[in-house]
């Protein structure tokens, strides 16, 4: 199995630009989640779904957030406009039914200047 | 809501001693999981190890070892003859037991330095 996959690994884009990071979970499971992780706030959750239907969004930070899964197999985590406050390296991790722990992609390393 | 909570944000040990990382929760749910997440400088999410509420053996993987006090709501890693590749970020980590799915929650990492 290829494991969780995100991509791209870096990304370096300028304020108000749209930027889009990708996930794809590993086959079969059913939950999918959306982490950030910075110096200041740790490992911080944005986003799960299950089952492809979003369960819990309160970690989303406002409204230039918004993530999407429309099938089983891909997520996207969309910023819009960017800002140099969500330089960060944002992870996706994936779980299947009955099993309790995340399996996590190498993360994507967000600079926003 | 659950919260978990690493009072240690640095740590240090000599290679080949043994040494323990704290973790304390909060929860008002019975069964749960548990888990410690290891992050090397490549930033990859690692899974140490994990416990099951409902099991009160302790969990034990090769040099790793969890004492989980469910009445206290701690769960320390025990990490024995450390070596140098166990230099990390190490996150202690929850997550209900609900058949329907749950979030995983973190706490803020406990870096370990080993020595040599």
């Known amino acids: 199995d290829a494991g969780v996959i995100q991509s791209p690994r870096h990304e370096v884009t300028e304020m108000g630009q749209e930027v889009t990071l990708r996930c794809k979970p590993i086959?079969?499971?059913?939950?999918l989640f959306w982490y950030r992780q910075t110096m200041m706030r740790g490992l911080e959750l944005l986003i799960y779904?299950?089952?492809?239907?979003?369960?819990?969004d309160s970690g989303m930070p406002e409204d230039r957030f918004s993530a999407k899964m429309p099938n089983a197999s891909f997520s996207t985590l969309k910023i819009q406009p960017s800002e140099p406050r969500d330089s960060a390296v944002y992870f996706c991790a994936s779980t299947y039914p009955g099993n309790a722990e995340a399996f996590f992609g190498q993360g994507t390393r967000l600079t926003v200047v | 809501a659950q919260t978990v909570t690493q009072s240690q944000p640095e740590m240090s040990v000599q290679e080949a001693e043994t040494v323990t990382l704290s973790c304390t929760y909060d929860t008002s749910e019975s069964d749960y999981y548990l888990f410690w997440y290891k992050q090397p400088p490549s930033r990859q999410m690692i899974l140490v190890i994990r416990?099951?509420?409902?099991?009160?053996q302790n969990a034990t993987e090769n040099r790793f070892s969890v004492n989980f006090q469910k009445a206290a709501k701690s769960f320390s890693l025990k990490i024995s003859d450390s070596q140098l590749g166990d230099a990390a970020m190490y996150f202690c980590?929850?997550?209900?037991?609900?058949?329907?799915?749950?979030?995983?929650?973190f706490g803020e990492g406990t870096q370990l330095t080993v020595n040599p």
């Open positions: 086959s079969g499971h059913n939950s």
């Open positions: 416990q099951e509420a409902y099991k009160q």
């Open positions: 980590a929850y997550r209900s037991a609900r058949p329907s799915g749950s979030r995983l929650t």
């Open positions: 779904f299950n089952n492809n239907v979003p369960i819990d």
